[in-house]
């Protein structure tokens, strides 16, 4: 059960912005500047920050849908920026990718059957005789009835969208999935359906999960280890009882303090951040964090705080923890 799945070593990643009309120079995007972590089989990981602040991309290298800038990642062991193609294909099965907009993912002249066997037949994990067999069985676990087998997206809640979506990443019988930001378009009450079908194939599975979500009440639930990400880096991590128990980090504080409290007896200052996050092509010095953090001090612009270890598997990243 402590075996580790996915480490990922100072990864970075930098989008080149060409010269346009408007502007001469070419200009690098650090969206992921030098992150690390690991996930452990069975782990639900759940990444957290605000829009901008690299989870997606994070996400997408991992899966090798993009290429690093430096930095490595070990899936089972094994570098995934060095698989031979074969290795490469296989490493595309085991890890399956889960994102927000069910409905440009799904092609809506193809029906959820066809859809969710698609892929199966392909990679040879059904064949046509027993493909239908197999959808429908995969769709009963993703929450899904067997007449919607012939149905098209459009006749779909966005719900049942998601629902699809998940069955056709299941169908491959992954062991890991990234999933970025999968209930943000949806309602409260879907979005806790959702997340329970998570859970559930997580157990009946033994799936791994990268959770993406820029909602830290979200992965409250869900996780078992939260990370906090601010401008391309990992500000804090720790198990989700530590963190939400003691919070350490100034924007961890904040975006806690941002999730209402269902009992009105408990008070919670709601700590408002100023501004907006910088931009990535010129990051603030020292600490990224400082020209938002009500804490920050001169040493903060100076010197980038140590990523450390405070005990109990718990990191920070403050000159002030
Ligand atoms: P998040 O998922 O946390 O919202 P993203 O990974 O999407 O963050 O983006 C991180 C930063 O990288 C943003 O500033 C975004 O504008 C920039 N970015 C994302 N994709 C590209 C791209 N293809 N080219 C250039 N910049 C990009
Ligand atoms: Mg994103």
Excluded: W
């Excluded at 992921?32 to 901008?52: A, N």
């Excluded at 899904?144 to 459009?154: Q, V």
């Excluded at 969208?161 to 990234?178: D, G, K, S």
Aim: glycine share 6%; aromatic share 8%.
């Amino acid at each position: 059960m402590n075996e580790t799945l996915l480490e990922v070593n100072n990864l970075k990643k930098f989008y080149s912005s060409k010269s346009t009309l408007f502007k001469s120079v070419n200009e690098q995007v650090k969206a992921v500047d030098g992150v690390t972590f690991s996930i452990k089989k069975g782990d639900i990981f759940g990444l957290v920050g605000e829009s901008g602040s690299g989870k997606s991309t994070l996400g997408k290298t991992i899966l090798r849908l993009h290429n690093k800038t430096s930095g490595d990642v070990f899936f089972k062991g094994k570098n995934v920026f060095k698989l031979s193609k074969k290795e490469l294909i296989h490493y595309r099965l085991q890890s399956q990718l889960v994102f927000q907009d069910p409905f440009s993912s799904l092609n809506p002249r193809i029906r959820i059957g066809e859809a969710i066997g698609e892929a199966m037949i392909q990679h040879k994990l059904a064949s046509r005789t027993n493909v239908r067999d197999q959808v429908l069985s995969i769709m009963e676990k993703c929450g899904l009835s067997p007449y919607h087998i012939d149905r098209y997206p459009h006749e779909f809640s966005g719900g049942q969208r998601q629902r699809i979506v998940i069955a056709r990443a299941m169908a491959l019988n992954p062991e890991f999935v990234v999933t970025d930001e999968p209930v943000s378009a949806l309602d409260v009450s879907i979005q806790a359906q959702i997340i329970n079908l998570f859970s559930e194939l997580q157990e009946k599975e033994n799936l791994s999960y990268l959770f993406i979500s820029h909602d830290l009440s979200v992965v409250e639930h869900l996780c078992n280890k939260v990370a906090i990400m601010y401008l391309g880096n990992i500000v804090e991590q720790a198990s989700r009882d530590e963190l939400f128990k003691n919070p350490l980090h100034p924007y961890t504080k904040a975006l806690l303090s941002a999730i209402p409290i269902p009992d009105p007896t408990i008070k919670r200052e709601k700590i408002i951040l100023k501004g907006e996050i910088p931009s990535p092509i010129t990051p603030p010095s020292g600490c990224k964090f400082r020209t938002r953090c009500p804490i920050a001090q001169k040493k903060c612009a100076d010197i980038p705080p140590d990523y450390k270890d405070v005990g109990s598997n718990h990191f920070v990243a403050c000159h002030f923890v």
